[in-house]
């Protein structure tokens, strides 16, 4: 039997090792979805409930794995609904391949039906390489290239494929005028800077007294390199949030995050130095680097396109991260004085002694804090954590403490809500050894969250670790845009656009055979934590959260704190519990710490004969402030 264009497409897929294609079905792509079947499924159609998700399953995949990923719709609007997540794969530099059906190409130019201009829709988006098949012979060099090309760019890449190309028979290109042959694989060069910049370099590092290293994604395998670095130069690290598993925050010199999102000892560092060091990022928010005038810089990144922005650097090295880094050691003078290290280090310890003392202010129910600092110290060493847009971000920067193997992500730049859930589920065929936590907000579950935990129900089985945590922010409010209104618009929370109706996320993962908890009471969310990640299948934690509780910033501005004075005064309809959240959770930053156990949680849950706070709905049993879902036995 004769194979189609759709069998060879399959077989190349497979030839340069893709195990997984992210999609979802639809009649543009049959040709396709019936080459699948003769395939035995190889490579495995992963279906989401919504394209979007494949785009971003993929995103995940390739972010956690290293290796491309691949996603597939059909025409019209299946290939529409894929540029969101196509679009965070482009903004934060992930190679992923996109193939789409589309209409017959008789039917090209005719107003037919799903008939939609891809080259036009994807040029942007996949601004690197796309193209459409018209003939069989077309097919290897279009795929290779987008495949390397995604590799090469760290983007995404799009093939149209139409509907009657996918079944026609397949011949390869001949040693012919016009046709374009093509070959497999890739070897990759590792990129050395320059060895007279690197001196440049070196100077300006062993110059400075008060050096501090930012470090992004594009450092991630070059972590002992930078810690070597960090520790002859007497360095703080600072990390921008896709570099967050860069390095540990267990060392006693990194400041965490920077940025917003960021922590105090970040933006003290960077306001205090005096040369700046910046591996593998482009972190866009120039105000919180140094002062124009104050610090040298040295950039280091792989992409030229990328380097010199953000900061006026006299230095910038084009190269890997791990090797630009060993060239530059041998050039660097150990500093002797470790007084501004040893300085960063007093405050960052305080820093994280604060964020314990903040987490620990009560709130009605929970506060979000405690939920991400409960998990902290529960984390696996080789957990892999996936942190949704909102307020779930901030927690994720702040609270998590990094350690080990771990590796986490969000979406970074396009900020895109619902990305955590299928990150989390594409980070599971990356490492199904591993287990995988989302934490997300109520908002982002209510967008595609919920209906995502189906496609986790649907695959669990296959991995070899089952633990896959979705933890849920449940505050009923699309809280960080209700903050970003009262703190950068001067303008009290509209209740109209803010609030969420209410759902139980337990209640629904329970429905589908999924374990799912409920926590209303602090003093639970320790254990709770400890059974979802001692669970023997994917667990739903839905955490009742106080919306009042401010994600303060590690400054706060006098124009941004009179903004949020305005809006307050203005009429905002959590004036009170935003004005005693607001000031306990800042009071943290100046009362004096202990350095003894964490207290015990006092249990803030009602008289436990209430019967309401006692049972939940679908037949959830409730443990001292903590509602448990049984087991459905049907699922098993």
């Known amino acids: 039997m004769t194979d189609t264009v759709a069998d060879v497409l399959l077989a190349r897929l497979r030839e340069w090792g893709v195990d997984y294609v992210f999609g979802y079905p ?97 040029k942007d988006v996949a601004s690197d390489f796309v193209q459409m098949v018209t003939v069989p012979e077309q097919l290897p060099n279009v795929l290779d290239r ?21 079944e026609l028979d397949y011949s390869p290109p001949p040693h012919a005028f016009k046709m374009v042959p093509s070959s497999l694989g890739v070897s990759w060069p590792t990129v050395t800077p320059d060895s007279d910049a690197v001196r440049q370099a070196a100077d300006i590092l062993n110059a400075g007294t008060k050096v501090a290293l930012l470090v992004g994604q594009g450092a991630s395998g070059a972590r002992a390199e930078v810690e ?13 949030l896709l570099g967050k598993d860069v390095v540990s925050d267990e060392l006693p010199y990194v400041t965490g995050s920077i940025g917003l999102l960021g922590t105090r000892p970040s933006y003290e560092m960077m306001s205090d130095c005096d040369t700046l060091l910046t591996v593998g990022s482009s972190f866009p928010y120039t105000q919180f680097l140094p002062p124009l005038d104050q610090a040298r810089g040295v950039q280091i990144d792989v992409d030229g396109s990328l380097i010199g922005m953000r900061y006026p650097y006299e230095v910038n090295l084009v190269g890997d991260a791990a090797a630009t880094l060993r060239a530059l050691l041998p050039l660097l003078a150990r500093k002797e004085d470790r007084s501004w290290q040893e300085d960063l280090e007093a405050k960052i310890s305080r820093w994280w002694e604060t964020m314990d003392d903040e987490a620990l202010v009560e709130a009605d129910p929970v506060n979000p804090m405690l939920m991400f600092s ?39 730049t396009l900020a895109t809500m619902g990305s955590a859930v299928p990150y989390a589920i594409g980070a599971k065929f990356a490492h199904p050894q591993r287990p995988a936590i989302a934490l997300a907000g109520d ?55 803010q609030a969420l109706p209410d759902v139980s996320y337990a209640d629904f993962a329970a429905s589908i055979g999924l374990d799912a908890i409920t926590v209303t009471d602090p003093a639970q969310l320790g254990a709770a934590w400890d059974a979802a990640l001692s669970a023997t299948r994917p667990i739903v934690l839905d955490v009742h959260c106080d919306p009042d509780v401010p994600p303060i910033p590690p400054h706060s501005t006098i124009e941004q704190m009179k903004d949020a004075a ?65 087991r459905p036995h049907a699922a098993r």
Not at 151 to 159: E, F, L, Q, V, Y
Not at 228 to 240: D, F, P, R, S, T
Not at 570 to 583: F, L, P, Q, S, Y
């Open 26 to 122: 639809g009649d543009g792509i049959n040709g396709l979805l019936g080459a699948f079947g003769r395939a035995d499924d190889q490579p495995r159609f992963i279906q989401s409930r919504h394209e979007e998700m494949s785009a971003l399953q993929a995103v995940g995949y390739a972010k956690f794995s290293g290796r491309p990923g691949v996603c597939m719709a059909t025409s019209g609007p299946g290939a529409i609904h894929l540029l969101n997540g196509l679009y965070d794969a482009k903004l934060d530099h992930v190679p992923v391949v996109a193939i789409v059906g589309q209409t017959n190409r008789s039917a090209l130019g005719g107003a037919y039906q799903q008939e939609v201009d891809l080259l036009s829709l994807f």
């Open 146 to 166: 987008a495949i390397r090309t995604a590799m090469t760019r760290r983007g995404p890449t799009a093939i149209i494929v139409p509907n009657d190309v996918q």
């Open 228 to 240: 070597h670095v960090a520790e002859v130069l007497g360095a703080g690290v600072a990390k921008a």
């Open 374 to 412: 409960e998990l902290s110290s529960r984390l696996p060493d080789d957990a892999i954590v996936a942190a949704d847009s909102g307020s779930a971000a901030n927690w994720y920067a702040r609270q998590l403490k990094f350690r080990g193997s771990m590796r986490g992500s969000l979406s970074g």
């Open 443 to 497: 908002g982002a579950m209510q967008m595609n969250g919920l209906a995502e935990l189906l496609t986790i129900r649907r695959y669990w089985q296959e991995w070899a670790d089952p633990r896959l945590i979705v933890a849920v922010i449940h505050n009923n409010d699309l809280n960080q845009v209700t903050w970003e209104l009262r703190g950068m618009g001067g303008s009290p929370k509209f209740v109209e656009s």
């Open 566 to 630: 305005q809006a307050l005064l203005a009429g905002d309809a959590n004036r009170w519990g935003v004005i005693k959240e607001g000031i306990l959770t800042k009071a943290q930053e100046f009362l004096p710490h202990s350095s003894g156990e964490r207290p015990a949680l006092r249990s803030s849950s009602a008289d436990p004969s209430d019967d309401s706070r006692r049972r939940g709905r679908g037949g959830a049993d409730h443990v001292g402030g903590v509602l448990r879902s049984r």
